[in-house]
């Protein structure tokens, strides 16, 4: 969970995901339940029903009795039947929302991008004030945003990098990353390995869906910290392409 401007707790994605993955489930069992009585309903039902066709074709005051009855019992399975399908329609209906906003969350990466780039943005936003003579003391510092990676091993190839979806600000003086994102949910596959049998190794080339997500959350992120950046006295910020850099002044 984050705090929006306000204070108040908002879910992040992935929160509102998982919250929204126990609200299907629920709704889901509570259609098979309603779909389960339905057909005890119709089941019932049927004899009750062939009860009454048989008994209009009698003519005593018996079974004239008796079919007022069947038909008192028809008409309360009946109105039995118009709840429970009632309700069906209804759950069904929420189910459907529900699956919908899980589908956008799944594949609409603009919600998860925003939330990482502004606690990224404020986390780093931190780090400067906190090491703010440290960082003029090198009077020009340069930091790249990059993609997180990790190393894949292959028993009959040697190994290659893959993305793992997280995408951090890395320090180039120190060589280390200040601050990386996290909870990358997606379950888009994020690329395809080659085998390049003249080398004798993997290779790993990012597929469109991947591109398209590094590339915005890197845009975004620098769109952020160019918004939130409060140390132009001291530091001057300039952001080109996925790179900028803080210049004493």
Known sequence: ??????????????????????????????????SSTLEKLHIKKSPILKKVETLSNRTSSLAQTLLEKAQEELEKVNQEVVRAETSKAEVSKELNEIKQKIFKINN???????????????????????????IGSEIKKTYNILEITKFYNSRE??????PTGNIGIYDESIKSF??????????????????????GELSCHRNDWYKNYRDNFILCLCETL??????DED????????????ELV
């Open 235 to 246: 530091l001057k910020l300039t952001i080109e392409d996925s790179y900028f850099t803080l």
């Open 157 to 162: 190839y040697y190994g290659c990098y893959i």
């Open 108 to 134: 609409d990466f603009s919600i998860y991008i925003k939330i990482q780039s502004s606690m990224m943005a404020s986390t780093f936003i931190e780090y400067v004030r906190n090491h703010l003579k440290e």
């Open 226 to 231: 160019q918004k939130n950046y409060c140390f």
């Open 178 to 199: 200040i601050v990386i994102s996290k909870n990358f949910y997606f379950k888009h596959k994020l690329y395809t390995l080659y085998i390049d049998d003249d080398f």
């Open 1 to 34: 969970m984050i705090l929006n401007q306000k204070g108040e707790i908002k879910l992040s994605a992935k929160d509102e995901l998982n919250t929204l993955k126990r609200k299907e489930e629920d709704l889901e069992k509570r259609l098979r339940e309603i």
